[in-house]
């Protein structure tokens, strides 16, 4: 019988690195992820697991770490919240450029000013064209899986992209929830050895960046363009041998919650899915047929599900959790995906957005029955009045 | 819904081919491709009588194009790479190295494998 | 950090003639006629040889090195942003560390080396630099200083010397003498705040054995180690190709520039003059001083001799820098 453990996401995302084996973990505190490498710091000292721990200087220097480490052949493991992430910025194309699949915890958190704890996706979102691999978790359970899927998906060799394992800083890195712990032989069955195909090694010397033609510029984006074309077959693939092993019941890219037969569903991503899934039971017993459809990874962006999936609905509204000032849709970053996947869809449904949940803000029940009010209005007339209400700030919301 | 696909499978010409993440074979004793002897103007000259194999030529070039040929007991010079810095006519010892124009065919102009 | 891995011992250099032949920084690369910095990187491949790793922030020997997708490094390289290349480093020895000890690597413990230049060390690149040596990696930074951000056109950078005429402090009016603030001392600030650090040296190309000798000091103390290498450039400095050598031994000559090894709080200086040349006559060797008066002469001499009190005589305690005026 598998151990239950009772677990927050910043333990969860610490023991899924430890069942990894990760060889290289750098750290650097802010919080909330900071609990993550207290763990760990801890698994180190007690000599439960063997690494080194290297403290950063910054996340700019986390970053460095993690993917001079990859370079060299080791699984490497940082993290970071907020301006952190924003500080590291310089390193992430380094880093997928290079193809070093290290991974990078993030309990998000949202940017200043003014100083706030509070969780925020527009830290990472914001970093979404770095070339990294990026999803949000929604339970301490999927943090620790998450944490040993994305390593397989980063180092298949089709892939060899670093990722940005997300959860939603307090709502899923501090809040407990039951863990089932995974044996360590399933997590070996499951995750080979970590092997880099131009490792940084004197026996076999290579020269890692030079300097290129500026006509070489396209080519070496494609690399990448290409990368992201090809992992989501990967990602299919894994997930399938991840149930197989571990017993779970994920789906690759969206998992979908009673939308059998809805007329419209929130879209949304990470923690605050929890509450949608609370407040789609309390709309149904209403009467309201009400869904919700998780994103599980926004890049590589599974267009074809999307489209596929959101075409059934006559309305759909995206719970933005990150801004995108200026930009297409005047609020957040999830919608201008959508409507994208959906153009060229039959019959598309409605879709609009709902910024909620900025700086922390909990986005109670309450807000999900004002934007369900919203999307019912929608889904029977089939168009939108706007594409995005400030839930709490705008009108009719 | 439309099946479109958003990219087919790309072809880059081999000119501009990168391998994977830029990472690129180590050079073994030269570096073929990037030849610099066409950027010389004057070229050092050497006179194996004077020499005293002293070995500032060899030490002090920023382009190793100054080797102890240890059988021949001679320096040789790498015709392909030497810039024409003439630091080695600088620090000669002996004074055994004379800068002589590259045009100069007397000495006999160098002749590179392909023009750059 | 555990240090149990096993790391190399690299032999003692005698002579010219004992340096070796073999190349690991080839020739086939766009550096500039008379480059310093080119003959520093061949001088350090040939103390360290080929069971290496070198990290090469962005900066002239990045750019001119490695254009159009090749590169002059035999042994393994890699490209590290201007800002973390100590960072990169700390990375790859980490790594070797672990690996190692896991017994995944079988070899001993490559030389692991950071070519930066003197912004990728001091300015910008200082973060990662002190980061590294403050963590106790088993690494060598070398700065490597041509005293401008050269590749990027000769911009100032905080080892430019006071009066020089950079593309960011041009000489004119309102400011005649260019350069109007004095160098940062580097490895006075690797030395002073960095307790892990057991070895750091001054080099100069104009003492190539000497050079070597220090890198290989350098890669064989256990722990981070710290070589500041002064690396004239005759592009950003504006002097003939064929002077770097003289400008370099002029730079000692005059006391611009001090050779020495500092070894866990002890000094030893070398090829100090029995007499100093004034300092005039090394920047005359040079055109980006040429615009600078008598008076902004006397006072870079000023600031030469009071740097010079120092070396060469006991130093009272606790008193540990040759800057230090006593």
Redesign the interface.
Known sequence: MAKEMFLAGCSAAAYGAALARV??I?SFPIRPYTGIMMELSKLVANGEL???F?????E???V???????????R?YTGSSGVGVTYAM??YS?AS????PCQMAIADRALDPPGDFGSEHTDVMSCRDQGWIMGWAETPQEVLDNTIIYYRIGEDPRV?LPQFCCQDGYFVSHIPGKVVMPEQSQVDEFLP?YKH??A??????????????P??G???N??R??AF?DTPAVIEEVIEDFNKIFGRDYKPFLDEYRTDDADFVFFIQGGHARTARFAVNHLREKGVKAGMVKLRFVRPFP?EAV??TL?KFKAVGCVENSTSYGGAMKGGNLIHEVRSALY???NPPAVTSFMSGLGGEVVSLEEFYSMAKVLAEAAKTGKVEQYVYWVGFDKGV | MSKKKYCEKFSVPEHLTVPLGACIPAPVKEQRAMITGNWRTERPVIDHEKCNLCLNCFIFCPDSSWHLDEEEEKMVWNADFCKGCLLCVAECDVDCLDAENELNFKGGVVRLDKPY | MAKAVETQNLERVKSVRRVPQEEYYVPGHRTCQGCGPALCYKLVSKATGPDSIFLGPTGCMYVANTSYLCSPFAYPWMHTQITNAGAVASGVEAAYQVLIRKGKYKGKLPNIVVMGGDGGSIDIGLQAMSGMMYRGHDALFIMYDNESYANTGIQTSPMSPYGANTTFTPPGKAIPEGKVLFPKDAPQMVIGGHPAVKYVATASLAYPVDLINKVRKGLNVVGPTFIHIHCPCPKGWLFDADKTIEVAKLAIETGMWVNYEWEEGEYTYQHTPKEYTPVKEYMKTQERFSHLTDEHIAKMQAFIDAKLKAPGKPVPLPVTSPRESV
């Open positions: 060889e290289v750098t063997d690494a080194e290297v403290h950063g200087e910054g700019h220097a986390q460095a770490i993690a993917y001079g480490a990859a370079a060299a052949g080791a490497a310089e390193c380094p450029g290079g193809r070093l060899l050895p195909p131009h940084l090694d004197p026996t076999k010397p290579i020269s890692h960046g030079p300097q290129i033609y006509d070489q396209p080519a070496i494609l690399q363009a290409q074309l267009t489209a596929e075409s060229d869809v039959d």
